[in-house]
């Protein structure tokens, strides 16, 4: 793998976790930390060892924080959706 594309997903995971933490919304921080999880699996995966040590940091943040978040995420989606069946 291209260095340069390892270090931009790992980058990109980092953004999207510190993302999560300033959403607001249940749901858009529970999404943001598992579009955080893909991006920082594939340099897991496939980048060389400093990349891939990175990457692997990175999934297990934000894997962490996507089954800690999930609850707050389910409660969120519950009451909207009958907040829609009700109106």
């Known amino acids: ?6 270090s931009t997903l790992v980058w990109l995971a980092a953004i999207l976790v510190f993302l999560g933490f300033a959403g607001l ?3 858009l921080s529970f999404i943001l930390f598992i579009l955080a999880a893909i991006s920082s699996a594939v340099p897991a995966l496939f980048a060389k060892k400093r990349l891939r040590i990175g990457g ?3 999934f297990l943040i934000s894997v ?3 089954v800690n978040s999930f609850p707050a995420y389910k409660h969120h989606m519950e009451q909207y959706r009958s ?3 009700n109106h």
Do not use: C
């Open 1 to 6: 793998m291209n260095p340069k594309s390892a």
């Open 25 to 27: 919304n249940p749901a």
């Open 56 to 58: 692997i940091i990175a």
């Open 64 to 66: 962490t924080l996507a």
């Open 83 to 85: 907040h829609v069946l």
